[in-house]
């Protein structure tokens, strides 16, 4: 059975041990010592990585009586060696470990409002509470916990017996039997918890919560404390920096400022289509005065260059509008795409005209006896001018 050195010296970063236990699972070799400091990812707390010797600790698990150490390198059974915690990244979860405490504990004791669950990630951690909170109650159970950090209070650990324990009022009930290990802030929060706390409040420095949203009947709330909460502060300020600069406005008009940018491109979006719609109609013009007259129908077959595939169907839709005209247009760029229609006095099959220019040239499209169009064709725009012409004709 590994002694955990964590439970009653949570602040040891350095100690040392004998190997009792060597093993390897799935090609990684596996150590276990007669104590250790290192913690193992339990109650939503990550496990610790560091140092065994002269290999690294890439993992901690927990199975049951023993601790067992993921290490880079096997270790020979008995040897005595020092083992040394990655003390940045232990501080770290210290930190928003406890602050998960406070956090939890102003919700509770504010609004009864209990934490049902907690999960440490790699950037920020969540906690998530019974009923859905609001965001004035968020303020102000952040504003409490932290004027708990802020009184830098004392952390204790003690063990209790289960008879004991059932005696006093705990906010988050044990799950264990026998022994339990028992967290307290002075005078603001009593808990079962196995995993490690700084020994002060004022080590979790500040309690930032960033985001809350709806979850299971209750909200998840998003937080970060002491250095996590520094470095999503810098990241805001990176982003807002970046905004206003482009916007030159100051930081709290951000909002209103890009609300305007946004309204201000739909009007133009909205003009640049009213003047397209006034250009193709002007280029229809234009094409119908060239237009040839074959038996009672003015008849454009063209390539225009400048446009894209919905230009040259403004176009065309434009030249269909006046009475017995049939049109084949396209665009003298890459990749080619091709409108065929007509008016609706004038006779063609447009969706078999454009298949029959498909079938010639490639491409893919389709559409109505009235509009049809296609892109992607491959051949020069003459050979397609004078299929074109051919399909009009047929
Ligand atoms: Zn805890």
Known sequence: MTERIYYTEPSCRVFEA??????????????????????????????????????????????????????????????????????????????????????????????????TSFHMGAEVSTIDVAREATSGEIDRAVDEANHVVWEDREVS??????????????????????TLRL??????????????????????????????ERFRGGSRITFACGSRALRVFRGYRDAIAGAVRILSVLPHELPSAVERAQLDSKDLRKTVSRLQGELAGHEASRLLEDAALVGDRRVVVQALEGWDAAGLKAIASSLVAQSGVVAVLVSAGNPIAVVVARSHDAVLDSSKGLRMLLDRFGGRGGGRPELAQGAGLVGTIEDILAAAREVVSA
Not at 164 to 173: G, I, M, P, Q, V
Request: with cysteine; proline share 4%; aromatic share 6%.
């Open 157 to 178: 650990v003690w063990f209790v017996s289960a008879d004991e324990a059932a005696r006093l009022t705990l906010r988050k009930e044990p799950i264990r039997e026998g």
């Open 183 to 212: 967290v307290e802030i002075r005078d603001f929060d009593l808990s079962a918890c196995g995993g490690t706390h700084v020994s002060r409040t004022g080590a979790i420095g500040i309690i930032a919560v960033t985001q809350s």
């Open 18 to 115: 004998t190997v009792t236990h060597t093993s390897e699972h799935d090609g990684r070799p596996l150590v276990t010592l007669d104590r250790t400091a290192f913690y193992p990812t339990s109650g939503g707390q990550p496990f610790d990585t560091g140092r065994l010797g002269s290999v690294g600790v890439v993992e901690t698990i927990d199975d049951g009586d023993e601790i067992v150490h993921v290490v880079s390198a096997p270790v020979a059974p008995g040897t005595h060696l020092r083992g040394e915690i990655d003390w940045v990244r232990r501080f770290d979860h210290m930190q928003q470990h406890t602050g998960q405490h406070v956090l939890s504990a102003a919700f509770d004791r504010l609004f009864e409002n209990r934490t």
